[in-house]
């Protein structure tokens, strides 16, 4: 029973990863090879979805990030200092999904940095954006 779930599971996942690679075109056009958080070019890039996420991945949903913003994502507590400074403009962004991601790193920086706490204290985000920024389960 164990490997009929597990082989399910790797399905599921394969399925996913192949379902984000259709969208990969239109998001590195989107964000014209760049990372969407830092703007950082000529690194290597991946398409990281912003949670919650849906059954099926969503363009407007889903970034296309550089392998240092990856990190601090999926290990917050090692996002410090000074050099996410770029977050206080990406918060202010067009594409909502950069000012979810922006929002919540600039959250988890708040906790140690003022200038993070400065920028939140600015910050005005509509309110289907606010309410998805704190949605992250």
Known sequence: MIDCDMAKGYDTHQARRL?????????????KS????????????RAY???PVGVAPDLERTLLLSEA???VLEHPKRLA???WQCLS???WSDFPAVQVVAWRMLMQLAQTEEW???VLDQVDLDEEVD?????TK
């Not at 309410?131 to 949605?135: D, I, L, M, S």
């Open 34 to 45: 760049k990372c969407e958080l830092t703007g950082a070019a000529g690194v290597p890039l």
């Open 131 to 135: 309410a998805w920024a704190r949605n």
């Open 19 to 31: 379902a984000l690679q259709a969208i990969g075109k239109d998001l590195a056009r989107r964000a």
């Open 81 to 83: 200092g000074r050099g």
């Open 89 to 91: 403009e990406m918060v």
């Open 69 to 71: 913003c990856h990190e």
């Open 116 to 118: 993070a706490r400065d």
């Open 49 to 51: 979805e912003v949670p």
